[in-house]
């Protein structure tokens, strides 16, 4: 059995052959051989590089941004993002900001104990039912009928546990009006594309109607 010489370094190759000797020591004493593919040197593959007549740019080194440089891009990009945030417009939340005080303010003058049934509300308090909650009542114009004496406080005539806001009109009459109508209404009105869904998805079925 031929055994393998580790004395002499095997022959040269010429390049069309099917070796390509790599050494892995300073001495030539173990060499480690690598099959090329024929058609490496059949048709051999050119590139060009383009330099400076000097062939200097192979050897400049990159340019590295500056500091100033990178905190401009990084404020463009925060510019950009700030942008984006600001032409989204949650509407719910808007909704939301809209309607949650007016509902707050209602129950703490029918709740609060701040009101007995029958006093007249303060000129503020009226005021800000009358612009903020009845005007969007669906049936604003029937309930004011010959028009406003004040606003007050009572029991509902059919469900006598439940306070509700009432119009005193100036013939005297006594009529209530819902202020979850009123609520439902400025949502309506003031947020035509979103109202259903919204009314769907925070109003529960209400026995009054």
């Known amino acids: 059995m031929a055994m393998a ?19 892995l020591f300073s001495s030539p004493a173990v060499v480690l051989s690598f099959p090329f593919n024929r058609t490496a ?17 192979l050897l400049r080194k990159p340019i590295v941004p500056s500091e100033k440089d990178l905190v401009g ?3 463009e990009v925060e510019d950009s993002e700030e942008e984006k ?10 909704i939301l900001e809209d309607t949650v005080p007016l509902v707050g303010f209602v129950r703490m003058i029918l709740h609060s104990g701040k009101y007995e049934s029958g006093d007249r509300l303060s000129p503020d308090h009226e005021r800000t039912i009358v612009d903020r909650l009845l005007a969007y009542h669906p049936d604003c114009d029937s ?22 806001l009432f119009i005193v009109r100036k013939d005297g009459q006594l009529v209530d009006f ?6 439902k ?3 309506k009105k003031n947020y ?9 998805r925070h109003f529960r079925r209400r026995r009054r109607s």
Do not use: M, Q
Not at 143 to 164: A, L, M, N
């Open 5 to 23: 010489s580790l004395s002499k370094p095997p022959p040269s190759l010429s390049p069309p052959a099917l070796s390509n000797p790599i050494s």
């Open 192 to 200: 035509p594309l979103y109202a259903d869904s919204f009314i769907l």
């Open 143 to 164: 309930k004011i009928g010959c028009g406003i004496d004040y606003i007050t406080v009572g029991y509902h005539p059919d469900f006598v546990e439940s306070r509700c």
């Open 41 to 57: 040197f059949a048709s051999p593959r050119l590139f060009a590089i383009k330099t400076g007549s000097d062939g200097s740019d």
């Open 185 to 187: 209404g400025l949502i």
């Open 178 to 183: 819902s202020y979850w109508k009123c609520i």
């Open 85 to 94: 945030e600001e032409g989204f417009v949650d509407w719910e939340d808007r």
């Open 73 to 75: 891009i990084s404020e």
